[in-house]
C-alpha cells in the first residue's frame, strides 16, 4: 500500500514537469513559433512576428515558472485597482497582449487535466482555479520590482529599526541602518581604450533574494529583425538586462539619501520602465538608446548602453555622495588594472575581497598587533587562541575565501564589537546591532569628532573607550569560536558559518518539504565583496545567507559576440526537473555559462525543441 501510495505521488509530482519535446496547437498565434531548449534549458524562440514571440515567452514562462508567476502577481497585484485603465504606446499594449495569450495557453493546458496542475505547490496549496492573465499583471509586476529597488519611511516602519513616528527617532538613527532595498542593480562599463578588442564591455548584477526559483529567467528571442538574448523578469515579456547585434544594455539603482523624499511610485512609471525595455532593442547605437530611453527612466535609475565603439548613460547624477566601501573594492580594482580582457573583468566581478576588512581591521587591531597587551581573560588557552588569532589576522588579505579561518575570526570580532557598543544606546532595536554596520564601526574607531564617545557605557561609572571595547569584544569572538569550532583555528572555516540557504519563494516548508525545496552550501564572499553573500542574521546562526548576487551578465560586442551570464539557481521552478538547480554548482564555483543567439550552437546537446502550432 505504502508503495503504491509512493509511485502515485511520484506520478503526480511530475507530471507536470513539462516535455520540452513536445508539440502544441495553440489560439494566438499567427504562425509556427519554435521553442529550442538548449543544454541549459534556455529557451531560443523562433518566430516570424515580435506577437508571436512575446506569445511563446508567456507560454515558456509559464511552462517553467507558473507558481513563481501566480505568487508574484499575488504580491504585486495587493492594493492595485483591478480595473484600472492605463494608456500605453499601441506596440507596448500589444506585446502585453500576446505574452498573456502565450501566459493563458500554458493555463488552459493545464486546466484539461493530467499535467499536476502545472506546478506541485498548487498540488499542496489545494488552488483548484487560477484566474488567466492580463497585461494589467505584467504592468503591476513591473511596478512591484521598481518598488522593490527603493527603501520609503513605510518599509523602514516595517522593519523595525524605526518608529511609525520620525519625532520618536533619534536624529541620527536613519543614518545608520543597514536595512537595505529588496534588490538593487549594478552596472559599468569598461571603455573601448581600455579593451584588449578594442570593444566596450558592459558588466551587470542584481543583489537580491537567493531564492528557488531563480529571481531571473534567461532567453534568446529571435525577432524577424534580429535575436535578442539576457534575462527576463518571470511576469513581463521583455529583456531587462541584455544585448543584440548592435547594442547591450543594463541598469544601475541609486542608494537614495535618507533624507530625500521619495513621490510614491505611480503605474505610470512602469508603463515609462517597460515602454523603456521593449524600445532598446530597436536602437542603432548606445547614444541612440541612451537619448531614447533617458526622458523616461524612473527615479533612482540609471541606464548603461554599449555598442562596437562607445558607452554611454544617463542620467549623469552630479549629486557628491559618498562611495560604498563595495564601490571602493570595484575602484580599486579597476585602478589596477590598464587593459582588460573578459577573464580579467569576470575575476573583478566575483572578487571576494572584503573592503570593509580592508579598512575596519587596522583600525580594530592596531594596538594589539603592536603592543599585544594583557588582555580582560585569565585563561591561558584563550589567551594563546586570541595570540594565534591576531597573528592569523596580522598576514591576512581580506580575501573572504569560504575555506579560510580568518573571515570567520574578523567577522565575529566585528560583531562582537558593534554588539556592545550599539546594545547599550539601543537595547530594543536588535537589528541594529546585529547586522553589520562596518561603516558605523569605522566612523566610531577613527575618533573624529565626539565619534568615540560611542564606546562609552552609559551605565557605569567609569569612561570606557574604544579601545576598551575593541579589546573585549575579542575575547567575546576568541569564546565564541572556541566554543563552537574548538580550539585550533587552522580548522575553522568561514564558510561553516557563513553559506548560502535557498529556500522556495513559492510556498513556506517545514522539515522534509523544506530538505526537497531548499538547497544549502558554503559560499564565498560578504556583503561587501563583488560576489556578494549578504549576512539573514538568527540567534545561532548570524552569518547565513539567503541575499547576495542573484544574476550576472558580462557582454561584449567584439567579433565573436561573447557574452557570459548567470544564475544561482536553473531555469525550471519545477523541483523534480534537472533544470531546477543545474546552475547552483557554476554560480557557487565562480564560473559562467557562455550564452549565444547562435541557432546552431544551441542545437547543439539542446534538450528539447518544442513547436506551437496556430488553431486554425
Not at 556592545?420 to 569605522?442: A, G, H, S, V, Y
Amino acid at each position: 500500500m505504502a508503495l503504491a501510495v509512493s509511485a502515485f505521488t511520484y506520478v503526480l509530482l511530475t507530471a507536470s514537469v513539462p516535455d520540452y519535446d513536445e508539440d502544441f496547437t495553440v489560439a494566438g498565434i499567427e504562425q509556427t513559433v519554435d521553442v529550442l531548449r538548449d543544454s541549459f534549458a534556455i529557451p531560443h524562440i523562433i518566430g516570424s512576428s515580435a506577437a508571436d514571440i512575446y506569445f511563446a515567452i508567456g507560454f515558456a514562462h509559464a511552462q517553467d515558472r507558473l507558481s513563481q508567476l501566480l505568487s508574484t502577481r499575488q504580491k504585486a497585484n495587493a492594493g492595485q485597482l483591478a480595473n484600472l485603465t492605463i494608456p500605453l504606446p499601441n506596440t507596448v499594449e500589444d506585446d502585453l497582449a500576446a505574452y498573456s495569450a502565450g501566459v493563458n495557453a500554458w493555463l488552459d493546458i493545464v486546466s484539461k487535466g493530467w499535467r499536476g496542475r502545472g506546478a506541485p505547490e498548487l498540488l499542496i496549496s489545494g488552488q483548484t482555479e487560477i484566474t488567466p492573465w492580463r497585461p494589467a499583471d505584467s504592468l503591476n509586476i513591473a511596478k512591484y520590482f521598481l518598488a522593490s529597488l527603493r527603501l520609503t519611511p513605510d518599509e523602514l516602519a516595517k522593519s523595525g529599526l524605526v518608529e511609525d513616528k520620525p519625532s520618536e527617532n533619534p536624529p541620527f538613527l536613519q543614518d545608520m541602518i543597514t536595512y537595505d532595498p529588496r534588490v538593487s542593480l549594478d552596472a559599468w562599463a569598461v571603455k573601448s581604450a581600455q579593451t584588449v578588442t578594442g570593444v566596450p564591455i558592459l558588466v551587470a548584477d542584481s543583489i537580491g533574494p537567493l531564492s528557488l526559483p531563480s529571481e531571473w529567467y534567461l532567453a534568446d528571442l529571435q525577432f524577424p529583425t534580429g535575436a535578442v538574448m539576457g534575462s527576463t523578469l518571470p511576469g513581463i515579456p521583455f529583456v531587462f538586462v541584455g544585448r543584440n547585434d548592435r547594442i547591450a544594455w543594463a541598469f544601475r539603482s541609486s542608494d537614495f539619501p535618507r533624507d530625500e523624499e521619495l513621490e510614491p511610485l505611480q503605474v505610470a512609471s512602469a508603463v515609462s520602465f517597460i515602454t523603456i525595455l521593449e524600445k532598446l532593442p530597436g536602437s542603432t547605437d548606445a547614444g541612440d538608446a541612451v537619448e531614447e530611453a533617458s526622458d523616461n527612466l524612473p527615479a533612482g535609475l540609471e541606464i548603461l548602453v554599449i555598442d562596437r565603439n562607445t558607452s554611454a548613460s544617463s542620467p549623469q547624477d552630479d549629486r557628491s555622495r559618498k562611495p560604498s566601501l563595495r564601490a571602493l573594492r570595484r575602484s580599486t580594482l579597476q585602478d589596477r588594472q590598464t587593459v582588460f580582457s573578459m577573464e580579467v573583468v569576470k575575476a573583478v566581478q566575483r572578487d571576494t575581497v572584503s573592503e570593509a576588512s580592508r579598512v575596519l581591521l587596522p583600525l580594530m587591531a592596531r594596538e594589539l598587533w603592536f603592543q599585544n597587551p594583557v588582555l580582560s581573560s585569565e585563561d591561558r588557552n584563550l589567551v594563546q587562541l586570541r595570540s594565534q588569532v591576531l597573528d592569523r589576522l596580522a598576514a591576512w588579505n581580506g580575501n573572504m575565501d569560504r575555506y579560510s579561518p580568518e573571515p570567520l575570526a574578523f567577522w565575529a570580532w566585528s560583531l562582537a564589537l558593534q554588539r556592545r557598543i550599539l546594545k547599550d544606546e539601543f537595547p530594543i532595536q536588535e537589528q541594529l546591532w546585529r547586522l553589520p554596520n562596518p561603516e558605523f564601526l569605522i566612523s566610531a574607531l577613527s575618533a573624529r569628532g565626539e565619534s568615540a564617545d560611542w564606546c562609552d557605557i552609559r551605565t557605569s561609572s567609569r569612561v570606557e573607550t574604544c579601545q576598551d571595547q575593541i579589546e573585549a569584544a575579542l575575547d567575546d569572538a576568541v569564546d565564541w569560536l572556541n566554543q563552537r569550532h574548538g580550539s585550533d583555528p587552522s580548522s575553522w572555516m568561514w564558510g561553516s558559518e557563513h553559506y548560502v540557504e535557498m529556500n522556495s519563494s513559492t510556498i513556506s516548508s517545514e522539515g522534509l518539504l523544506k530538505e526537497f525545496l531548499s538547497l544549502r552550501k558554503e559560499i564565498s564572499g560578504d556583503p561587501y565583496t563583488q560576489f556578494s553573500t549578504s549576512f539573514d542574521p538568527t540567534n545561532d546562526r548570524p552569518f547565513v545567507s539567503s541575499t547576495g548576487s542573484n544574476f550576472q551578465a558580462i557582454m561584449s560586442m567584439s567579433e565573436d559576440m561573447a557574452s557570459y551570464f548567470l544564475l544561482p539557481a536553473g531555469q525550471s521552478g519545477h523541483p523534480m526537473s534537472p533544470f531546477f538547480d543545474n546552475f547552483f554548482q557554476i554560480w557557487s564555483q565562480n564560473e559562467y555559462l557562455t550564452m549565444t543567439s547562435d541557432l546552431a550552437a544551441a542545437r547543439s546537446g539542446s534538450v528539447g525543441l518544442s513547436r506551437l502550432s496556430p488553431d486554425r
